[in-house]
């Protein structure tokens, strides 16, 4: 059976404040609709709908599953992730940062570590790895961003970057 419990465009829940599977079961809260999704090999992140809202009136593919709502793809696509934080460490990211003088975008760097490890493209999430990487020596104030957001989807408060670029700090 295929089972799809869903959220009203937005992130609203249906029924009147319940989760609600297509078998027709109705859960109140969402651990309850987690565990039923499961069972029925749904993915637990967007309970089998495919779709995720990271924000206010944005909708997109769920990044637990690749937009499949299956239990199956959402496990191998977090065995991949996992993978992924043990191959590319801060250190790996450290290191091909350092190889740049001036500025440098996500892609070139998680490009760069993709042809280092020889991995085929689609093996692993290596841009989202980079990525949090990147963005924790941000914090650390080791490497300054250094692009406009590409698009405001909420104002200023929801931003898009698609290929965003630093450039290593100068420490005195």
């Not at 295929?2 to 009203?8: D, P």
Request: glycine share 12%; net charge negative.
């Amino acid at each position: 059976m295929n089972h799809s419990i869903s959220l009203a465009p937005g992130g609203v829940l249906l029924g009147g404040g319940a989760y609600v599977c297509v078998c027709g079961a109705s859960f109140a809260d969402r651990m309850p609709a987690e565990l039923h999704a499961a069972e029925n090999d749904r993915c637990t992140s967007c309970l089998g709908t495919g779709e995720e809202a990271p924000a206010p009136g944005v909708t997109g593919p769920c990044t637990g599953c690749a937009g499949t709502g299956g239990r199956r793809e959402q496990i191998i696509w977090q065995l991949a992730h996992s993978e992924a934080e043990q191959l590319i460490t801060m250190s790996t990211v450290r290191g091909v940062v350092a190889g740049f003088e001036g500025p440098f975008h996500l892609s070139e760097i998680a490009d760069t570590i993709r042809s280092g490890l020889d991995l085929p493209l689609g093996r692993l999430p290596v841009g989202p790895r980079v990525r949090d990487l990147l963005l924790e020596m941000q914090a650390s104030g080791e490497i300054t961003m250094i692009s406009a957001p590409d698009e405001l989807l909420d104002g200023t408060d929801v931003v898009l970057y698609r290929d965003p670029a630093w450039q290593r700090t100068r420490l005195l």
